[in-house]
């Protein structure tokens, strides 16, 4: 029954379900991203040996959205494209009301990786153009047809040098960073658009609501969402690169017992995870290590070993399955977090036994 517990709660689906929560929305063109879900396109730009050609010409990223629900104290990621490596992906993300821009995963920014963020350019429930504009110059963020931020120590980047880079809406690879709210369209160019061309494309989008002004562009990639409902919204620009709407939300990706230092957030939360995954296997261990009779020196050593192995294959187990569960993460932490409560377990009835055996001794005269 003990493992039966520890089972349930390790391999729960936390705060999410396997349903992709990604809808069209019924009176105009677009998606609406529920609490969990995500789009996707892999290998939407071929590996390119050489990284300096990745974005010699410039890139922009063009988005219509409308924020719903401020996750707070979570990232969010509105879409990212993924190479294979978690440092050089590129990625627009949301953190309460800002929008932010970078390479890499320092989503808590602690590690002071370049970005580029605009404070409250996503209030709730205002429908907001994004531009995102990127040449060897720098990096600006347009909002509304407006420059709002500029850098000239970010320059983005397919990240496609070691491997087709894929693209993810409304998510991560990994599906951990899901974003709420509603998209009216998407075009990438593969070339940095002019802050004329911009603010021509607000006047444009203020005016119709048309996301097809961004063709005269000539986006690499362009999605109205103005399809037929179904699990494929296609790229307007004619070839076969459509984004993919899953009936199940997906993990492109496994990670398998990842390190969580360059991420830590020291909240209430991370502390609450530590405290549960180190109390959660002392029962075990306690009850495991109960079931050896013999204690002699030799024999509780043996016991120590046995027990605190068992709790460990558990949590590898654990561990290993969650790298496939929407929301979970399978974590190095957690495993030695785990064996070190199970180890904990067993010690303490090692103390229960030898207390209740000197009460059990004669006092001598």
Known sequence: MLILVILFFGLRFKGASTANQVTWLPDRAGLRFGHYGMAYCRNVFKAAPDPTLAGAAGLSFEL?????????????????????????????????????VMHGDDYSGRRGLKRLAVGDALPVETERL???????????????????????????????????????????????????????????????????????????????RDFSMAVAADPAMLYLFDDIPGH?????????????????????????????????????????????????????????????ADFGKAAARRNLLLCAGLCFMLSLGIEITQAWIPSRSSQLLDLALNTLGGTTGVALQRLHWRHRENRKRPLSV
């Open 64 to 100: 219509a959205v409308r924020a719903e629900a401020l996750k707070r104290d979570r990232f969010q990621i509105l879409m990212m494209l993924h190479g294979g490596r978690d440092d050089e992906q590129l990625l627009i993300g949301q953190w309460r009301s800002s929008l932010i």
């Open 232 to 292: 494929k919204a296609f790229n307007r620009m004619g070839d076969t690169r459509y984004l993919v709407i899953p009936a199940n939300v997906q993990i492109l990706r496994k990670e398998i017992l990842s390190l969580p230092w360059d991420n830590v957030r020291w909240d209430s939360e991370f502390w609450k995870d530590v405290v549960l995954n180190f109390l959660g296997f002392i029962p075990l261990g306690f009850f495991l290590s109960a079931l050896r």
């Open 130 to 208: 994004i531009t995102i504009t990127s040449d060897p110059g720098g990096t600006r963020i347009f909002v509304d047809g407006r420059p709002v931020a500029r850098t000239t120590k970010l320059t983005l980047k397919i990240p496609n040098h070691r491997a087709p880079a894929d693209l993810v809406v409304g998510n991560s690879v990994y599906a951990r960073h899901s974003w709420n709210g509603d998209l009216f369209g998407l075009a990438i160019y593969t070339h940095a658009l002019t802050p004329a061309a911009v603010a021509a494309h607000f006047d444009r989008w203020k005016q119709t």
